[in-house]
């Protein structure tokens, strides 16, 4: 389903390369916007941890690759500092600068925190943390710093555990051995059963300190 959907959005609004920001009766807005690509960069990253086949997980490596590419467009450097535009350069709008408030929804730069997290993870890329902003105006965000300072489960096994025996802060990749990357320490597991059962000890553990 969440792959139909994704090729659908694509198919509709402009193809690999392209991703008009709505449609009309087949025509579509020329115009691109950073929401629209870190969303979709981000439903990528999900789409990965959910292929079966060495196939599939190029395919999705691939186009998240492209679609990391893409992000630049949106970008504004000053003395060193990446400023975020919410439209393309050129066009009918002129540039205008990405909101940041997480409210109601994740903002453009904070989707764009999140999606360059988990492909940062995916594609095992070393990136600095993240820093906190403001509470409740930029939760997503901070969801995202939170993760970048070590407590995103990266877990490697060679089938897809069950989510439901994960925590939610997880990211699945295949890999021959089995192992939890977290709090920038990987440890090693003989079979999936006892990574489980050390991560639920582990949560029990935090749950008796109050910490969850």
């Known amino acids: 389903m969440a792959v139909r959907l994704y090729e659908g959005i694509r198919i509709r609004h402009g193809g690999s390369n392209r991703l008009g920001h709505s449609s009309v009766e087949g025509r579509v807005q020329s115009q691109e916007f950073l929401e629209d690509h870190a969303a979709m960069l981000l439903l990528e990253t999900y789409l990965l941890e959910e292929a079966e086949s060495v196939w599939e997980r190029k395919r999705w490596r691939s186009r998240i690759e492209n679609s990391l590419g893409q992000l630049v467009s949106f970008q504004d450097q000053d003395a060193g500092t990446i400023h975020w535009r919410l439209n393309e350069a050129g066009?009918?709008?002129?540039?205008?600068?990405?909101?940041?408030?997480?409210?109601?929804?994740?903002?453009a730069v904070s989707l764009v925190s999140m999606s360059q997290l988990r492909v940062h993870a995916i594609l095992d890329h070393e990136a600095k943390p993240l820093e906190y902003r403001a509470l409740y105006e930029n939760d997503f965000h901070n969801l995202a710093a939170f993760f970048s300072r070590g407590w995103l489960h990266r877990i490697h096994a060679?089938?897809?555990?069950?989510?439901?025996?994960?925590?939610?802060?997880?990211?699945?990749?295949?890999?021959?051995?089995?192992?939890?990357?977290?709090r920038f320490t990987c440890s090693g597991y003989?079979?999936?059963?006892?990574?489980?059962?050390?991560?639920?000890?582990?949560?029990?553990?935090?749950?008796?300190?109050?910490?969850?």
């Open 91 to 107: 066009g009918d709008f002129p540039p205008v600068p990405a909101r940041t408030l997480d409210h109601p929804v994740p903002s």
């Open 158 to 182: 060679p089938k897809r555990i069950p989510w439901m025996d994960l925590p939610v802060s997880t990211l699945q990749l295949q890999g021959e051995r089995v192992q939890d990357c977290v």
């Open 190 to 212: 003989p079979n999936p059963k006892a990574l489980v059962a050390a991560l639920a000890a582990e949560s029990n553990r935090l749950r008796m300190k109050g910490v969850v």
